[in-house]
């Protein structure tokens, strides 16, 4: 038995992310990135959704002794990177605010 090409239809593929599992990407991503003491308490991540790619927030705390220019920009590529690679969602933007230091213990 033979089976015409016409006869196969491709069905569309759809995979959601949730602003959760990105806010997660985001979060571990910074924490990894050296000068990172930390993240927020309170709203460390903000995910917003622009249509097919996402723009990133990230309030970060940053190692006593670390340039915090060097860090914040070094935690932009990583997360950027890593939800790329994770999710294949594109970050358009990830923009880092620095709300403190922190002593290393």
């Known amino acids: 038995?033979?089976?015409?090409?016409?006869?196969?239809?491709?069905?569309?593929?759809?995979?959601?992310?949730?602003?959760?599992?990105?806010?997660?990407?985001?979060?571990?991503?910074a924490r990894d990135v050296s000068g990172t003491a930390g993240l927020a308490e309170r709203n460390p991540v903000r995910i917003t959704n622009l249509g097919g790619?996402?723009?990133?927030?990230?309030?970060?705390?940053v190692k006593s002794?670390?340039?915090?220019?060097?860090?914040?920009?070094?935690?932009?590529?990583?997360?950027?990177?890593s939800i790329q690679d994770m999710t294949g969602v594109t970050a358009v933007h990830v923009h880092v605010e620095i709300i403190g230091m922190k002593e290393e213990v």
């Open 1 to 29: 038995m033979t089976m015409s090409m016409d006869n196969i239809k491709n069905a569309e593929r759809t995979i959601q992310i949730s602003d959760d599992v990105l806010r997660q990407v985001a979060a571990i991503s």
């Open 53 to 61: 790619a996402i723009s990133v927030e990230l309030r970060i705390v």
């Open 65 to 81: 002794g670390s340039r915090a220019a060097a860090v914040a920009s070094r935690v932009q590529q990583t997360v950027k990177q």
